[in-house]
């Protein structure tokens, strides 16, 4: 089975722009989380999605969403770019509920924001 | 929240030592998880442990949970310079109103030095 992909791998942007990450999970997989990772905060919860619905959401404004599709491929979009919003961003995938199942997860998309 | 606490942030050991790891949580749980992060890269699992089991083993790795301390531990033994990485642990947060959602820890960072 091919793993978790994630596009684009490296993705500079500057302030003010808005991004769209691409997240496709494991075939079969239904579940799809999004990780924010900085050396400052750590991996912070974004978002897990289960049959495209938004099961459970972290605490991050609203400048951050997602959705996911029927084929379970999952995006997430962040308007108005910060600074801050510099980070690695990490889906998972996994056949059930994030919580109760082993994460399958993809190499990350590198975010700079200049 | 439930987040999980590593013990320690950081640990560095010579090859062939054995690396123990600790993680506390705040809430119940029906499970716990550990996963490795190389530098920069996405998590890899490596246990999952439920609530009704004490202890697991896989290869070199193994897990210990304590559910009245609320408390998990990663033993590595024989460590090698490969092991070099971060380990988190990961809980579900059981009855709460986040079921199914995961809260990973800050991380231990390993260090094996040859």
């Known amino acids: 089975k091919a793993g978790v992909t994630q596009t684009p791998r490296y993705l500079i942007k500057t302030r003010g722009q808005q991004v769209t990450l691409s997240c496709s999970p494991i075939s079969g997989h239904r579940s799809v989380s999004w990780y924010q990772q900085t050396p400052g905060q750590g991996l912070q919860f974004l978002f897990e999605y289960f049959s495209e619905t938004q099961r459970n959401k972290g605490n991050f404004p609203g400048r951050f969403s997602g959705r996911q599709f029927s084929n379970s491929r999952s995006e997430m979009n962040v308007s108005t770019l910060e600074l801050g919003d510099s980070a690695l961003y990490l889906c998972?995938?996994?056949?059930?509920?994030?919580?109760?199942?082993?994460?399958?997860f993809g190499p990350g998309t590198r975010l700079t924001v200049l | 929240s439930q987040q999980g606490e590593e013990d320690p942030q950081a640990l560095s050991i010579q090859e062939g030592e054995n690396a123990t790891m600790n993680c506390s949580y705040k809430?119940?749980?029906?499970?716990l998880q550990w996963y490795r992060q190389n530098s920069g890269r996405g998590l890899v699992h490596l246990i999952l442990i439920r609530s009704n089991e004490r202890e697991k083993h896989s290869g070199r790795l193994r897990v210990t949970l304590d559910t009245s301390k609320k408390s998990s531990s990663l033993l590595i033994t024989a460590s090698r310079a490969a092991d070099t990485a971060s380990y988190f642990c990961a809980t579900d947060d059981w009855g709460g109103s986040t079921l199914g959602r995961l809260y990973f820890g800050r991380g231990t960072q390993l260090t094996v030095w040859p």
């Open positions: 998972a995938s996994s056949f059930g509920l994030a919580g109760s199942n082993e994460q399958f």
């Open positions: 809430t119940s749980i029906n499970n």
